[in-house]
């Protein structure tokens, strides 16, 4: 299994950024996807995630979606009206369905980190 994640970068507050997550070796419509970030200084933390339903986290709800392509295999996280808040590590995530998708613990396979930069 390999989960590739992408789109990450340097914007400016207020800035919209949309990072990919392209996952092969696994059947990925049978999967919970999730996003997670990590602060510098920070722990990982849960962003957005997507079984049947998709869940986020209360300070990123209304600003982030994370939509999902099965016909591409990719997971995405737009993300809109970025604040400086917002700079991290972004790591996308795939684990079996799961009914708490905002644990760390619930998923098994991880991409590399893509890096999200927001100047004030």
């Known amino acids: 299994v390999q989960l590739q994640a992408s789109g990450g970068g340097l914007v400016q507050a207020g800035d919209s950024l949309r990072l990919s997550c392209a996952a092969s070796g696994l059947a990925f419509s049978s999967y919970t996807l999730g996003w997670f970030r990590q602060r510098p200084g920070k722990e990982r933390e849960f962003v957005a995630a997507?079984?049947?339903?998709?869940y986020y986290s209360d300070s990123m709800k209304g600003r982030f979606t994370i939509p999902k392509d099965n016909t591409k295999n990719t997971v995405y996280l737009q993300m809109n009206g970025l604040k400086p808040e917002d700079a991290a590590v972004y790591y996308c995530?795939?684990?079996?369905?799961?009914?708490?998708?905002?644990?760390?613990?619930?998923?098994?396979?991880w991409g590399q980190g893509t890096l999200v930069t927001v100047s004030s």
């Open positions: 997507i079984t049947w339903r998709t």
């Open positions: 995530a795939a684990g079996s369905m799961s009914f708490n998708p905002i644990y760390i613990s619930e998923y098994r396979y």
